[in-house]
C-alpha cells in the first residue's frame, strides 16, 4: 500500500518538471509563442496549487479512497489528451485538467498516509518514503525529460503516467477498503471553496507571472484581487458554521509554524533549483541531457537525508531535524552562490550540491510530519492539503524569485543562489520556533 501511494504521489512531483527540458521541441511542434509556452508549466501549477485545499477538504467530506480514484481517473485521462493535443491550447487546457487531478489526489495520498500509520516509527517511515518520492519526483522529471524527448517523442512524457495510473487505481481501493468512513451527511462550504480557490489561484498567477509577462498592472492587480478574496475567505471561516477549514486546524502553534517553513524551504529548493539548472547550460554551456544528469548526486543526496531524517525524526522530534535540515540547506546554497560567483566548474559545485540536497531530503518529510502532527480522521485530508498547498506556493515564490534575481534585475548567478541561503535560513528560524512550540504545547487531534 505504501509502495503505491508513493509511487502515486512520484507522478505529481514528475509532471512539475518532466516537461521542462521537452519545452524547445513541444514549441517546434505545436507552434507556440515564446511568452505561451511558459504556461505549459505554469497552468498545471496553477490548478493544481489552488485546488488543493478544496480537493482536501473534499476528501474528507466524500472519503479518501473516493477523492483518490476520482482524481487520479481525471490526471490519467488528462495526461493522455495532453500526448494527444496537436494545438498550444489543446495541451494548455489538458495540463489544466492534470493540476485539477492532482489537486484531489495529492491530499488524499498525504492524509491516507497520516490515517494508516498512526504509530510514530511507522509514520516517520511512512513520510521519509513521501518525502523521497516528493524530491526524487523532481530530479527524475528533468533526467526523464531528457531521455524521453532525445529517444521517443515529448507525448511519452505523458503518456509513462498512464500505466502507472491504473496500476494504482486497480489495487488501492482494495487495500484501503473500509479505512475511512465517509462524512455523507456535513455540507460543505462552497462560498468559502471558492473565495479560497480563487484567491489561491490568482496568488499563485500573480507569483508566476512577476517576471516576463510585461504587464506589471495585470500581475498586480491579481495579486490586490487575491488578497481580497483570501481576506475575505478568513471572515467566511469565521462566520460559517461549517468552515472549510477548521479553526482547530491552526490553532496549533506547531502546525502554523511548520507550514510557514516549509512555504520557505520549497521557495529555497524551487528557486536554487532552477538557478542551478541554469547555471549548467548557460554557465559551463551543458546539454539540455548532460544538465539532467547533472543532477543525480542530488538525487542521491536527497534520498540519503530523507534516510538519515527518518531514522532521527523520532528520537528528537520533527522540530529539531527540521531546523538542522534548513540549516544544512542553507550553507549548501551558500557554498553554490561562492562556486557560481567565482564561476567554478561542476566538481567546484559539487560540496554545495551535497549539502543542499540533504538538507532538502531530510526538511520536506520533518515539516510536513510537524505540520501533520495530531490529524484525525475528521480533518486529514485537509491539513494534508495545506501541506501540499503551502508546498506549491513556496514553489511559487521561488520561481518569482528566479524571475525577479535572474530576469529584470540582471543579478548573477551566485547573487541568486545567495536568495536561496537567505531562504533557507528564514525557514531554520521558523523551524526553530516549531521546536519551542513542541517543547511548550502538547500536540492534540484537531
Known amino acids: 500500500m505504501l509502495a503505491v501511494l508513493c509511487m502515486t504521489q512520484l507522478l505529481l512531483t514528475l509532471d512539475d518538471n518532466v516537461v521542462n527540458i521537452a519545452l524547445p521541441t513541444i514549441q517546434d511542434d505545436l507552434g507556440f509563442s515564446a511568452p505561451s509556452l511558459v504556461w505549459v508549466v505554469n497552468t498545471y501549477m496553477l490548478t493544481f496549487g489552488g485546488f488543493l485545499v478544496l480537493g482536501g477538504r473534499l476528501g474528507d467530506r466524500f472519503g479518501l479512497v473516493r477523492t483518490f480514484t476520482v482524481g487520479t481517473t481525471v490526471f490519467a485521462v488528462a495526461s493522455l489528451v495532453s500526448g494527444l493535443a496537436a494545438e498550444p491550447w489543446q495541451l494548455i487546457a489538458a495540463r489544466a485538467l492534470q493540476g485539477l487531478g492532482a489537486a484531489l489526489v495529492a491530499p488524499a495520498v498525504l492524509g491516507l498516509l497520516t490515517l494508516v500509520f498512526t504509530e510514530p516509527a511507522a509514520r516517520a517511515k511512512a513520510f521519509a518514503a513521501w518525502g523521497a518520492t516528493a524530491v526524487t519526483g523532481a530530479m527524475a522529471g528533468l ?80 495579486a490586490a484581487l487575491s488578497l481580497v478574496l483570501l481576506a475575505g475567505f478568513v471572515l467566511d471561516q469565521r462566520r460559517s458554521a461549517d468552515p472549510l477549514v477548521a479553526a482547530g486546524v491552526f490553532s496549533s ?87 557560481a560567483a567565482w564561476e567554478l566548474s561542476y566538481a567546484g559545485l559539487l560540496p554545495g550540491i551535497l549539502f543542499f ?66 531562504a533557507a535560513v528564514l525557514a531554520c528560524g521558523w523551524a526553530a520556533a516549531v521546536v519551542r512550540s513542541e517543547e511548550a504545547v502538547p500536540s492534540t487531534t484537531a
Open 253 to 339: 502553534p506547531v502546525r502554523s509554524r511548520a507550514l510557514v517553513s516549509g512555504v520557505l524551504l520549497c521557495a529555497a529548493t524551487f528557486q536554487g533549483f532552477l538557478v542551478l539548472t541554469l547555471y549548467l547550460q548557460k554557465g559551463l554551456g551543458w546539454s539540455p541531457l548532460l544538465a539532467g544528469l547533472g543532477y543525480v548526486p542530488f538525487a542521491l543526496g536527497s534520498l540519503a537525508g530523507v534516510k538519515c531524517g527518518e531514522r532521527v525524526t523520532v528520537r528528537f522530534g520533527a522540530g529539531r531535524v527540521l531546523t538542522a535540515a534548513c540549516a544544512g540547506a542553507g550553507a549548501g546554497a551558500l557554498l553554490l552562490a561562492f562556486a
Open 357 to 422: 540536497s540533504l538538507g532538502v531530503g531530510a526538511g520536506l518529510p520533518a515539516a510536513t510530519a510537524a505540520a501533520a502532527q495530531g490529524a484525525g480522521p475528521e480533518s486529514s485530508g485537509v491539513i494534508a492539503s495545506l501541506v501540499n498547498s503551502s508546498q506549491q506556493l513556496g514553489g511559487a515564490v521561488g520561481l518569482a524569485l528566479s524571475g525577479i534575481a535572474l530576469g529584470g534585475s540582471g543579478l548573477g548567478f551566485g547573487t541568486a543562489l545567495a536568495v536561496t541561503a537567505a
Open 143 to 222: 533526467i526523464l525529460s531528457g531521455l524521453i524527448t532525445q529517444y521517443l517523442d515529448w507525448p511519452w512524457i505523458f503518456y509513462i503516467n498512464l500505466p502507472v495510473a491504473a496500476l494504482a487505481l486497480g489495487l488501492l481501493p482494495r487495500m484501503l477498503r473500509g479505512v475511512q468512513s465517509v462524512r455523507g451527511a456535513q455540507p460543505l462550504n462552497w462560498r468559502g471553496a471558492a473565495l479560497l480557490t480563487l484567491g489561491l489561484a490568482l496568488l499563485v498567477y500573480a507569483l508566476l507571472s512577476v517576471e516576463g509577462t510585461g504587464r506589471p498592472l495585470v500581475t498586480g492587480g491579481c
